[in-house]
């Protein structure tokens, strides 16, 4: 069994990665709180962490957040008279209409490319964050190039 690193050396070490996916899920306006939500799910469940791969289960705990915030969205509508026009920020400077793209996949497929692209997670771990196989995280991400090549040809 080995010991688990302090929290703060965690936090430190995968925040770049849990924020980018979080920007490329559910955008930049929500993505820190969600990234707060994140962090706080883990420290409370850390000290069970014993025998993981601590970088999957917080992505796990990031895509279960991604989630719950778009149940949330969708439950409760917020009415404006008129819509602000939004650019979004992505993910290590790269083209926000890519992540705008992005963000319009079914929900499976988007979690796949943004853990492949913004997290540089392999396919296994993709697959352990989605509760899948390597090769069903392999397919979703494949599916959503093939839509976003479509897409944004």
């Keep these: ?27 930049p306006q ?3 709180e969600c990234f707060q939500e994140t962090f706080l799910a883990a420290l409370r469940a850390y000290p069970e962490a014993e025998d993981r791969n601590l970088r999957s289960w917080l992505m796990t705990i990031a895509h279960h957040k991604a989630i719950d915030h778009h ?3 969708g439950r409760a509508p917020i009415p404006v008279e008129e819509l602000p026009e939004l650019v979004a920020a992505s993910p290590n ?28 997670m392999p396919y296994r771990e993709i697959g352990k964050a989605l509760d ?13 190039l093939k839509r976003l090549r479509r897409e944004l040809a």
């Design 132 to 144: 899948c196989s390597a090769d069903a995280a392999r397919r979703n991400v494949h599916e959503g």
């Design 1 to 27: 069994m080995t010991a688990l690193p302090p929290f703060q050396e965690l936090l430190d070490r995968h925040q770049g990665d849990v924020l980018g996916f979080l920007i490329s899920a559910v955008g």
């Design 30 to 32: 929500e993505a820190e």
């Design 71 to 73: 149940r949330a969205r």
């Design 93 to 120: 400077g790269s083209d926000p209409g890519l992540w705008q793209a992005v963000s319009a996949l079914p929900p499976k497929q988007r979690t796949s490319v943004a853990l492949r692209f913004a997290a540089d």
